[in-house]
DNA sequence: ACTTGACTCTATAGTCACTATAGACTTTAT
DNA sequence: ATAAAGTCTATAGTGACTATAGAGTCAAGT
């Protein structure tokens, strides 16, 4: 399989695989005659590993830890819990903020009108204070 | 007030104030003999214009925008409100994604008893499928 | 008068996770 | 044989900053 089909078959793009091999998340695959890179169900399924967990926002760097992790069977997988409890709390702290960013912001659209002017503007009027 | 000073009153770094200004949010403050920047009143209150925005995560581009609009205090506010509204409609879907987010990195959690090798711990197995 | 230290100046590079080019090479189809 | 599609490397751009280098400015203390 050539990087074109890789990447239709997992929806990443081709300059988003050729970036994950260079950053050292996906292994170094082999080459054609014609140095065109050549992936098997190996780099597949290493592919779909790092896709899921940026589906959960983990940080690349995170992700390359969980691959290393991976790679170590017989440890214990307290590190591996500890990397996805501080993800967690991560997203919970977002959406507390959003939360707050979604109260606000919807405060200022009910207090404008749209039939006034800028100046008179409720939107305007709490941005400035 | 030199920049030092106002960075401290507003909490912006020196080195965002001198970038706000580089992309036209802040207007061009006076010089000293010496080449330092002098603010007064008037660039403390755009600075905390700007803040505001930011902190409603409000991309530079649209607080651009606001600040054109806030010029033009005679023009309808028809176009303030709308983009408050698709900042928030931006805000919503990201709170959409991390529900589903945390309620996945939750689960993986809890699939995880600590006492576990790599090779048996239930996060690693969820990121694999 | 001289030095120290704090402050400021510009210009440049780094962050993160990609995306988008340019220009050359290889392969496939007509 | 030629054209089109695919791939290669290297480089630059994105957003909103942060960090650094190296030079200049200014006030206070000796
Ligand atoms: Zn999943
Ligand atoms: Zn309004
Ligand atoms: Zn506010
Ligand atoms: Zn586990």
Redesign the pocket.
Same mark, same amino acid.
């Given at each position: 399989m050539?990087?074109?089909?890789l990447?239709k078959t997992t929806g990443?793009?081709?300059?988003?695989i @050729? /970036? /994950?091999e260079k950053e050292g998340l996906l292994s170094t &695959?082999e080459?054609?005659?014609?140095?065109? @890179?050549l992936y098997g169900e190996r780099a597949l399924k290493e592919l779909e590993f !790092?896709k899921h967990c @940026?589906s959960l926002d983990? &940080?690349? !760097?995170?992700v390359k830890r969980l691959i290393e992790l991976k790679n170590k069977p017989e440890e214990s997988c307290a590190s591996v819990n500890a990397l996805i409890e501080q993800q967690l709390s991560l997203v919970n702290k977002r959406m507390r903020e959003l939360k707050a960013l979604k109260a606000e912001l919807q405060q200022m659209v009910s207090s404008c009108t749209t039939e006034n002017t800028v100046e008179a503007c409720g939107i305007i009027k709490s941005l400035d204070s």
């Open positions: 050539k990087i074109g089909e990447s990443c793009s081709i300059q988003t @050729r /970036y /994950y &695959p080459r054609t005659e014609g140095n065109y @890179r !790092i @940026r983990i &940080p690349l !760097i995170d």
